[in-house]
């Protein structure tokens, strides 16, 4: 009996220390999206949940949840609900593995066009680029800041920009960086990309 009881108060032991062991050691997520695109969550009661729940329909997203959310199966409030729910399991998962980078960008994240609302430049490029356009003045900026900007992709279309007029590939070619930085994760007000933004891609600004 004596050498029962310790036996038995092992496998209690051992199951506490399990228990306990596997709180103490469970792997720390790192670098998870809540921490590394901290100015992108989307706040708990933000009507922005119902717009990127609509952008869902009729998409395939990697996440089960959101995968669910997207379909048809049961009421909009649970499907709501899943979006949610996926949404937060994406936010608590590392960064560092970009198996749900595309679910987060385009389901679960404010991008620049959700920040920045309004004064994107939406007019397109004519054949000739006249004085008047909108996009004359900012060509007419990238170009002189040239020598300056870091920014690869605009650094290659600024090189194409010699003289005072422009055409409409190279009006083309800056909307397009535009329409791009548009839908890209919102980094923080302070990131450079912001600025770049306002500076080539939004009226009154540059």
């Known amino acids: ?94 960064s560092k593995d970009n198996k749900y980078l595309s679910d987060f960008k385009l389901y679960c994240s404010k991008n620049n066009g959700d920040v920045i609302t309004t004064g994107w430049i939406s007019e397109a490029p004519t054949e000739s680029i006249a004085s008047s356009s909108k996009w004359h003045g900012k060509l007419t900026s990238l170009k002189n800041n040239k020598d300056k900007e870091t920014n690869l992709s605009l650094k290659a279309i600024a090189t194409k920009l010699t003289g005072d007029t422009f055409s409409k590939a190279q009006g083309d070619e800056l909307k397009g960086w535009c329409d791009t930085q548009k839908g890209e994760i919102f980094l923080g007000d302070k990131d450079p990309s912001v600025q770049l933004i306002k500076n080539y891609c939004v009226e009154g600004n540059g």
């Open 1 to 94: 009996m004596s050498k029962l009881i310790p036996a038995s108060l092992g496998v209690v032991g051992a199951g506490g220390l399990g228990m306990g062991g596997w709180m103490a050691f469970r792997p720390k997520i790192t670098d998870p999206y809540k921490e590394k695109y901290k100015a992108a969550i989307i706040e708990e009661g933000s009507t922005l949940w119902n717009t990127k729940f609509t952008s869902m329909k009729g998409k395939t997203p990697i996440n089960e949840k959101l995968k669910k959310a997207s379909g048809t199966s049961g009421s909009e409030e649970a499907r709501k609900a899943q979006h949610k729910e996926g949404c937060k399991e994406i936010y608590e998962s590392s």
